[in-house]
């Protein structure tokens, strides 16, 4: 039961922004487990849950993994300045950047851990994410447009 209910942490963490352990507990008992807020904290102790900020800046619960990096403010300053656009292709998302950035854009992107991601290729100037499907590129290209419009 331990090992369910703190795999459904993850799940939970990693579909949507949870920034209390208030939160993460209702949700916990809305998927059927029985839990209290010292269960959930000692669950967030042992998984290593840390407090990150997300692309719209709100401090919500992650995986503390090398890969997950904090997304700081200097993070998304750094990929507005270097995208020049991004399309839709299918499932594929392409994003022009200015030369030399498309690394730094990417970065910012992996970092962001977004579900329906399921990974990014950078060159020069142009990178390219594979999405879930079709309406989930075209959802992250209008994500991507709101950052860029900041």
Same mark, same amino acid.
């Given at each position: 039961?331990?090992?369910?209910?703190?795999?459904?942490? #993850?799940?939970?963490?990693?579909?949507? &922004?949870?920034?209390?352990?208030?939160?993460?507990?209702?949700?916990?008992?809305?998927?059927?487990?029985?839990? @209290?807020? *010292? @269960? +959930? !904290?000692?669950? #967030?102790?042992?998984?290593?849950?840390?407090?990150?900020?997300?692309?719209?800046?709100? !401090?919500?619960? *992650? /995986? =503390?993994? &090398? $890969? =997950?990096?904090?997304?700081?403010?200097?993070?998304?300053?750094?990929?507005?300045?270097? +995208?020049? $656009?991004?399309?839709?292709?299918?499932? /594929? +998302?392409?994003?022009? @950047?200015? &030369?030399?950035?498309? =690394? %730094? *854009?990417?970065?910012?992107?992996? !970092?962001?851990?977004? &579900?329906?991601?399921?990974? @990014?290729?950078?060159?020069? =100037?142009?990178?390219?994410?594979? %999405?879930?499907?079709?309406?989930?590129?075209? %959802? /992250? +290209?209008?994500?991507?447009?709101?950052?860029?419009?900041?």
């Amino acid at each position: 039961m331990k090992n369910r209910r703190q795999m459904a942490m #993850i799940e939970i963490i990693q579909e949507k &922004p949870v920034q209390t352990q208030e939160e993460l507990a209702k949700e916990l008992i809305a998927r059927g487990f029985q839990v @209290t807020q *010292a @269960t +959930v !904290s000692r669950d #967030i102790k042992k998984l290593r849950l840390i407090k990150t900020t997300n692309i719209d800046g709100i !401090s919500c619960y *992650a /995986l =503390n993994t &090398p $890969s =997950n990096q904090n997304v700081t403010d200097r993070h998304i300053r750094i990929f507005v300045e270097a +995208v020049l $656009s991004v399309q839709v292709a299918g499932n /594929l +998302v392409v994003i022009k @950047t200015m &030369p030399g950035s498309a =690394n %730094a *854009a990417c970065e910012t992107i992996d !970092s962001l851990n977004w &579900p329906e991601i399921i990974g @990014t290729i950078a060159g020069d =100037n142009t990178l390219f994410l594979a %999405a879930e499907s079709e309406a989930a590129a075209r %959802a /992250l +290209v209008e994500r991507f447009e709101e950052i860029l419009e900041r």
